[in-house]
């Protein structure tokens, strides 16, 4: 049992430190999508399976104390004790309000589950109502805390939804869009340019969504290598004799990829909409609703 335990414990932090290997994105991209669309709901329907319907409601009362116990008791106690140092201590401190927003940030609930169906399997006696009240734990923090987090954040002034709710205007004329997170649609610019000129299509906008890396000082940066970029791309189709670009950035707080569907799905001149390969994760039913085709280049 106690192997198995650190077994789990071990995969959790192997999870934590891969995690910052920027150049394994793509097979965390792979294992998140596994852990999230497989492993995760097969490890419930095991626990379900487990879980008696009446002994569940049984055991509510004590279910239903010990969840509100955990969420705002013990788990609370749980992170100050730990993070207070943090406090005090380190060249960039933590804040009360980041602590106290920590303490209340709620869980999966996926390794209790497992270590629950591990206990479980084992047949040991004396554990009644370990499930039952296990699933009350879970099942309310799952509940209670995700309707509350935007709360508390604004509350605690540590965050604030990422949301833009002006419309998005492009223009009268065919677009292309080339949607991005950051400065890296500097080095895609040149082949939408020759995919716009191919489809004789005069005009460019630059989706920009920082998410959560936007501020202001960091989307000014972004416009002004946007405007070098700009020039140096049509002096060099003057050169040429190609018809010169319209350009433009659009800057959005929201989500890359819904302001990406807003705009398939709200704005009839949008030709096409180019991201990188390695940013979003459209699904193919996703990308089928699109109203404009969707090309990711390197």
């Known amino acids: 049992m106690v192997l198995r335990v650190i077994r789990y414990l071990a995969a959790f932090v192997a999870g934590l430190i891969f995690h910052f290997s920027e150049h394994l994105q793509e097979t965390e991209r792979f294992f998140n999508n596994l852990v999230d669309g497989f492993l995760k709901p097969l490890i419930f329907i095991l626990l379900g399976g487990l879980v008696n319907i009446g002994s569940l409601l049984s055991y509510a009362p004590l279910g239903i104390a010990v969840a509100l116990g955990f969420m705002f008791i ?31 940030v709620r869980e999966t609930g996926a390794i209790p589950a497992v270590l629950m169906v591990t206990v479980a399997s084992l047949g040991l006696g004396g554990l009644d109502g370990l499930v039952e009240v296990g699933m009350w734990v879970i099942l309310l923090t799952l509940i209670i805390e995700p309707l509350l987090t935007p709360w508390v954040a604004k509350k605690l002034q540590v965050g604030e939804v990422i949301e833009d709710s002006a419309e998005i205007k492009l223009s009268e004329m065919p677009v292309v869009v080339l949607a991005t997170r950051g400065l890296t649609f500097i080095e895609r610019l040149p082949r939408v340019v020759d995919w716009a000129i191919k489809h004789r299509i005069n005009k460019i906008t630059i989706l920009l969504c920082l998410e959560n890396k936007y501020t202001t000082d960091y989307e000014n940066e972004i416009m002004q290598f946007g405007e070098i970029k700009f020039k140096k791309i049509n002096d060099d189709l003057s050169i040429k004799g190609d018809p010169m670009m319209a350009f433009e950035i659009i800057s959005r707080k929201g989500f890359l990829q819904e302001n990406i569907n807003a705009i398939c799905h709200n704005d009839n001149t949008v030709t096409a909409v180019f991201v990188g390969r390695k940013m979003l994760d459209y699904r193919l039913n996703e990308i089928k609703n699109l109203h404009a085709p969707l090309y990711f280049i390197d």
């Open 74 to 104: 013990i788990r609370p106690i749980a992170v100050f004790i730990s993070m207070s140092p943090f406090h005090y201590f380190g060249k960039n401190k933590t804040s009360w309000q980041d602590i106290w927003f920590i303490s209340f």
